[in-house]
Structures are given as C-alpha cells and as structure tokens.
C-alpha cells in the first residue's frame, strides 16, 4: 500500500528521483566530490529523473489549497533537493533555504536509531552517522551549480518543462499561503 496518509484518504503521489537502473553520478569535479559526496547524487536526481523533479513542483503549484506534505526516506537529500527548488522558485532568500536543509541534520541519530532498532542492527560510529548530516554549504554549492549551469534553479526548472503559468501559480499560492 501507499502508507498511512492514503489510508487517511490523502492524496499520495510516488515519483522516485532515483532511475531504476541505479544512479549515474555526473561529473563534479574533485573540488565538489571532496565537499560532499550527496552533491553528485543531488546533480544526478536532476539529470536521471528529471521529469519527476518537476511534476513533484506541478504538483504542488497545482493544488488550489492545503498542506503538502514532501517526504523520502530520511526526508534530506531527496526532500531537500525539491523543497529547494520550490523555495527557490517562489523567492526565499538562499541563506534561509540552506538554512532549512541543514536543520535536518539535528535528525540523523534519531532516524538511524529507529531503522536500527527495527532491523536489530548496531547503531553506525559517530563519523559515519556525521557522514548522513547535511550541511549548508552542500545546498549552497547545489544552487551555485544550478546557477552556474542553468541560470538558477528557475532556469532548470523551465529547460525541463516547467511552465511560466505553473511557475506563476506557484508562486501565487505559497506566497499567498505563506503571507
């Protein structure tokens, strides 16, 4: 099944980032493979499935009202690659955005400690469960690369079919909801 929230009657949506043939990691160079390895893995999202990054963006400039609720398994990479480009797209400042995703690192000993807990597994060393933190210059070289590339991660968001109407919606409603 789709989990709790379906069984609640809220609308699920599944759209992996990760193609099934596993991820192709793109080129970075060693100056950003020696900042964070995720970075790749972030740039790859991108490249692989595409196409799912954006609907997940359609799908939340398309709802007329409500809560939505963005997920993936430890709710940081995958979740922190389009909330940024959400929050991105409508205007939040970039130090906020960073911000926000480097917050999820104060849940990283409480996530491994409930997936060890249920598969009976030892917890991870400190240095590796620090390895699964995020940190806030990893979304910043993210965007500085989306920058880079594609003029911002609006720019992405359009090479890859977003809309100027979708976008315009987008905005209308997390600023309306957000004032």
């Not at 469960?129 to 070289?141: F, I, K, N, S, T």
């Amino acid at each position: 099944g789709l989990g709790a929230l379906a069984d609640a009657g809220v609308p699920v949506h599944r759209l992996s980032f990760i193609p099934e043939t596993g991820i192709a990691l793109p080129e970075t160079g060693d100056a950003h493979a020696a900042l964070d390895p995720m970075l790749g893995h972030y740039l790859a999202y991108l490249e692989g499935r595409g196409e799912y990054v954006v609907d997940g963006v359609r799908r939340i400039a398309a709802l007329d009202s409500g809560t939505t609720v963005v997920h993936c398994a430890a709710g940081k990479d995958r979740t922190g690659v389009l909330v940024a480009l959400v929050c991105a797209a409508v205007g939040v400042p970039r130090e906020e955005i960073t911000a926000d995703y480097a917050l999820s690192a104060t849940r990283i000993d409480a996530l491994f400690e409930k997936w060890t807990t249920a598969s009976g597994e030892p917890m991870p060393p400190a240095d590796e469960l620090d390895r699964h933190r995020p940190r806030a210059e990893v979304m910043a070289e993210f965007l500085r690369l989306l920058d880079e590339r594609h003029g911002g991660p609006v720019g992405w968001l359009q090479e890859n079919g977003l809309t100027d109407d979708e976008l315009a919606r987008l905005r209308a409603r997390l600023r309306e909801e957000g004032a």
